[in-house]
């Protein structure tokens, strides 16, 4: 096979890497801001495509040094890197799959590391450079982000104290204006990683081929033109279709968010990414927004943060080194045998992604359904308290298994105290008319849905309650003991 | 090779400090900007002064924004 040929593979290959990056991380820009109304979703991803566009053209430094010193550069050829390429996009589908927001960048350097280890061996890996520049600052990212979104968050509800009804609108323009920045500061760091892989693929088969074609590039020279337009459409193209599985654990999975909590998450996040890039260290998007996601949960509702979603994002985090530099490697080594090997991991990276699409489809996450819930909240009524947990009965068959309710006040307009809440995502849409027995003992003791949380909001209105269970007077009637209209379903 | 813990402790403390200053900044904003007491509409100094914490607040992030992009900037530009 023709160098020019696995160039052109490996090219492709990168902007499909740099395609899946764009809707792995649309939700570290857009996700609170979908989740808290103020950008419609289609909306969302088209103006984060678009800032995603303009700041992967807007710097080109890290670009230059897309290995970031992890592995020897002299030393990795066009088939590693191929191979890194594809042990980063297999990691970034199935996490998709998972709707786990998991580092890219973390998938391609682990990838690369574990492609490099099995051609070259140990020596051409620098193990201290991955502590340094990747493990460091995956402890550190989410840390800070979070410290900084609590107190922010905690300033930011300090002057809503006793302010009239509307104050957060304002939060809300103000949380637009920063997730636009975050998005641009995301195409700042990773679309230049897809520039820094073609140009280094490039400089690698120049050095190979002693080449002096249109393509060919001498070492630590700028990206070409078309590497910057090229990586920055493909990055912004993903970006756009949505990324809705994670958008979705971003921002609903972990904790229910508000406006002012988005503008904190969103500006604790910019602050994050600006200063790791001015003083020189790489932080993931990813880490630092699912970082400040839980930081304005405790910070607001310490006992809304989804903490499962957050050990299961953590462990997500912990295994996307060794996981996509495993799947690098024996692509690596397929890929090194010659034509047959390369075409093999070719093969096995369109089926692989082709088994992924047709899984997702069994669960299709979209612009539509993306604010539904995994869990919901329902505030009920109940002639009397239940004396066993309602996982039983009729309930259990839509409901089940519920989780414990003390995590949420009792809906001011039940008859009888009964924290009916925070239920796994119903097998059905409920309605405020529905009825259910709730205690095994007592069949008779029904409860009846006053409302859920769970329809997909209009961004334009506020939610229908606030997240101290406190009813919002222009959504909900004000009769006491009266069922309540849900908000609208879909 | 060591690792750079001033840098890093930097890092953290720019994050929160500027985090804090531009939600303070926006909220002590949103509070001038809003209806004073029951319904009244706030004074013209409150307005002016929420609108003068906004721009400074934005200035804040350009600034940021500028420190990441400065030098590809001045290339362009015919300084670099």
Known sequence: ????????????????????????????????????????????????????????????????????????????????????????????????????????????????????????????????????????????????????????????????????????????????????????????????????????VLVAATVQTGSTQWWSQAPGSEPH??????????????????????????????????????????????????????????????????????????????????????????????????????????????????????????????VAAAAIKLLAGRNHVSASNVNDANEVKVFGKADAPPTTPPTQGALASVLAPALPSSTLPNHPLAATPLALTRLKKPKKKLKSTDTFPIDAAHPDNTVVVLETDNPTKDPAADPPTSLDGRPNPATTQPQSGAAVPAEEDQ | MTIDWIALLQVAIVTIVAAVAIVGLMSLANWLLGPVGAESPPSAGRRLTGQVLIVVMALIILGGLYLIVHEHVARLLGFG
């Open chain 1, 1 to 200: 096979m023709s160098i020019e040929i696995i160039v052109l593979i490996v090219v492709i290959t990168a902007l499909v890497f740099d395609f899946t990056n764009g809707f792995h991380d649309a939700a570290n820009a857009m996700a609170t801001s979908v989740s808290t109304g103020a950008y419609r979703p289609k909306q969302a991803v088209l103006l984060a495509a678009v800032m995603n566009l303009i700041g992967a053209c807007l710097s080109t430094e890290v670009a230059k040094t897309i290995s970031s010193g992890l592995v020897d550069d002299s030393l990795v050829s066009p088939q590693i890197v191929f191979a890194a390429l594809v042990g980063a996009i297999l990691w970034n589908l199935f996490t998709w799959l998972l709707g786990l927001p998991s580092s890219s960048s973390h998938a391609i350097f682990g990838a690369l590391i574990g492609a490099t280890l099995a051609v070259e061996g140990l020596d051409a890996v620098h193990g201290w450079n991955v502590v340094s520049k990747i493990l460091l600052p995956a402890l550190v990212a989410p840390l800070v982000a979070g410290i900084a979104s609590y107190l922010a968050t905690k300033v930011a509800y300090a002057s809503l104290q006793n302010a009239p009804k509307g104050s957060k609108r304002r939060f809300r323009d103000a949380q637009r204006a920063s997730s636009l920045l975050v998005a641009l500061a995301h195409g700042t760091a990773d679309g230049q990683k897809t520039m820094g892989i073609i140009t280094l």
């Open chain 1, 225 to 350: 033109w078309w590497v910057i337009l090229v990586a920055g459409l493909a990055i912004a193209l993903g970006t756009y279709s949505g990324g809705w599985r994670i958008m979705r654990t971003m921002g609903k999975g972990m904790a229910d968010i508000e406006q002012p909590q988005g503008f904190a998450v969103e500006t604790s996040a910019m602050a994050a990414i600006l200063a790791s890039s001015h003083f020189g260290f790489g932080l993931s998007t990813t880490h630092v927004v699912s970082g400040a996601v839980i930081g304005t949960g405790l910070s607001r509702t310490p006992g809304e943060v989804r903490w499962r979603t957050a050990r299961n994002m953590a462990i997500g985090w912990l295994l996307t080194l060794p996981a996509a530099g495993l799947v690098g490697a024996g692509a690596a080594v397929l890929a090194e045998m010659g034509a047959f090997g390369f075409i093999a991991v070719l093969i096995i990276l369109v």
